[in-house]
């Protein structure tokens, strides 16, 4: 056994419908986005990544860019498959080895995920060398990236905004007391933006251009303390067809996002009303926390704690959260291995 132990490399992968992060040797050593380019005519995978998605939105008919992952499970097997490989075979520490290593992995899946979606994550791991692939909830790996006791008798709950799911959920002694995954996410955000340049402004704009309209001035509420600057956005005039250029602030981006960011309150407030009342008070004593790219939209925490009555705390560096999370939970196999599901 430990001539083998001595093969076996672990990873721990988050894999997520906007990004794919994985954790070697306590270290980030892959964040790149969850997207494929693949040549039309061989089929063969071009670009994964980064690579791919400066592709996104350019590609001539030869080429196309997929997503493999849509709200949080894999809709495209094979490209899913494919990218895992090679995000695995570009990790620096595996590419100097002769042969591949034995993999022994952790990965999050979303907690709304059917017993169908889990075993086809299983078997694309398996598929890449994985001989011991453990899977974890991703509000949990959320809860211990964050930094939370979550073996505790005590009550945390957890917000995670990824890009195709909000995961909420109330976590106490190592288990998920009650939860709820919501279709509304980072995707959605990105979209309600694309939708509202085409019905205010009569202007066409990508993925990519709504995406960066989101960061640099996504906001979800329309009083910001500390307003980001006008943006001027690019795009295509509907009624002319001509390029054109419109400046954008941060409160039409509220108004754009809006519906969205009432349905995750929705789903917040309802979770709340399932949690048993012990745990309920637990919770108004540690608030709730934040995790996932979608909780640095501006102004959310806020409305979240006017919403809830409860304060709202921001993970450091949301993005990672679940990733850290996944590679303490691989480092402490035996401390976690109730959570994990094997």
Same mark, same amino acid.
Request: charged fraction near 25%; charge should be neutral; glycine fraction near 8%.
């Given at each position: 056994?430990?001539?083998?132990?001595?093969?076996?490399?672990?990873?721990?992968?988050?894999?997520?419908?906007?990004?794919?992060?994985?954790?070697?040797?306590?270290?980030?050593?892959?964040?790149?986005?969850?997207?494929?380019?693949?040549?039309?005519?061989?089929?063969?995978?071009?670009?994964?990544?980064?690579?791919?998605?400066?592709?996104?939105?350019?590609?001539?008919?030869?080429?196309?860019?997929?997503?493999?992952?849509?709200?949080?499970?894999?809709?495209?097997?094979?490209?899913?498959?494919?990218?895992?490989?090679?995000?695995?075979?570009?990790?620096?520490?595996?590419?100097?080895?002769?042969?591949?290593?034995?993999?022994?992995?952790?990965?999050?899946?979303?907690?709304?995920?059917?017993?169908?979606?889990?075993?086809?994550?299983?078997?694309?791991?398996?598929?890449?060398?994985?001989?011991?692939?453990?899977?974890?909830?991703?509000?949990?790996?959320?809860?211990?990236?964050?930094?939370?006791?979550?073996?505790?008798?005590?009550?945390?709950?957890?917000?995670?905004? &990824? %890009? @195709?799911?909000?995961?909420?959920?109330?976590?106490?002694?190592?288990?998920?007391?009650? =939860?709820?995954? #919501?279709? /509304? *996410?980072?995707?959605?955000?990105?979209?309600?933006?694309?939708?509202?340049?085409?019905?205010?402004?009569?202007?066409?704009?990508?993925?990519?251009?709504?995406?960066?309209?989101?960061?640099?001035?996504?906001?979800?509420?329309?009083?910001?303390?500390?307003?980001?600057?006008?943006?001027?956005?690019?795009?295509?005039?509907?009624?002319?067809?001509?390029?054109?250029?419109?400046?954008?602030?941060?409160?039409?981006?509220?108004?754009?996002?809006?519906?969205?960011?009432?349905?995750?309150?929705?789903?917040?407030?309802?979770?709340?009303?399932?949690?048993?009342?012990?745990?309920?008070?637990?919770?108004?004593?540690?608030?709730?926390?934040?995790? &996932? %790219? @979608?909780?640095?939209?501006?102004?959310?925490?806020?409305?979240?704690?006017?919403?809830? =009555?409860?304060? #709202?705390? /921001? *993970?450091?560096?949301?993005?990672?959260?679940?990733?850290?999370?996944?590679?303490?939970?691989?480092?402490?196999?035996?401390?976690?291995?109730?959570?994990?599901?094997?």
């Amino acid at each position: 056994m430990g001539f083998f132990d001595f093969l076996t490399e672990e990873i721990a992968i988050d894999l997520g419908t906007a990004n794919t992060l994985i954790i070697h040797m306590d270290k980030v050593v892959v964040d790149s986005p969850s997207i494929v380019g693949r040549d039309r005519i061989s089929g063969k995978i071009i670009a994964v990544g980064k690579e791919a998605n400066m592709m996104q939105g350019k590609t001539h008919e030869n080429i196309k860019t997929i997503r493999p992952l849509k709200d949080g499970v894999i809709a495209d097997f094979d490209a899913s498959e494919k990218m895992i490989n090679m995000f695995i075979k570009n990790i620096p520490a595996l590419k100097k080895k002769w042969f591949p290593p034995a993999l022994r992995m952790v990965i999050c899946i979303p907690s709304g995920i059917t017993e169908v979606e889990m075993r086809a994550v299983k078997e694309s791991a398996e598929r890449v060398n994985g001989k011991e692939v453990y899977l974890i909830h991703e509000p949990m790996a959320a809860a211990i990236g964050i930094g939370l006791d979550i073996m505790q008798p005590k009550g945390n709950m957890i917000v995670d905004i &990824g %890009g @195709g799911t909000t995961e909420i959920a109330v976590i106490a002694l190592g288990g998920i007391v009650c =939860d709820k995954s #919501v279709k /509304i *996410a980072g995707d959605v955000f990105t979209n309600d933006i694309i939708y509202y340049m085409r019905t205010q402004h009569n202007l066409y704009v990508g993925e990519s251009t709504a995406e960066a309209i989101k960061i640099e001035i996504g906001s979800a509420t329309e009083d910001l303390q500390s307003p980001p600057e006008e943006k001027s956005v690019q795009g295509r005039d509907l009624l002319t067809g001509k390029p054109k250029q419109v400046q954008i602030s941060y409160r039409e981006i509220a108004k754009a996002l809006d519906k969205s960011i009432l349905r995750v309150e929705d789903a917040v407030m309802e979770t709340l009303s399932q949690t048993p009342p012990e745990l309920a008070a637990d919770i108004y004593n540690t608030g709730i926390y934040l995790a &996932g %790219g @979608g909780s640095m939209l501006r102004g959310l925490d806020r409305r979240l704690s006017q919403k809830t =009555d409860l304060p #709202v705390y /921001i *993970a450091e560096d949301p993005l990672r959260a679940v990733v850290r999370g996944t590679g303490i939970a691989l480092k402490n196999l035996e401390r976690y291995k109730s959570i994990l599901i094997k």
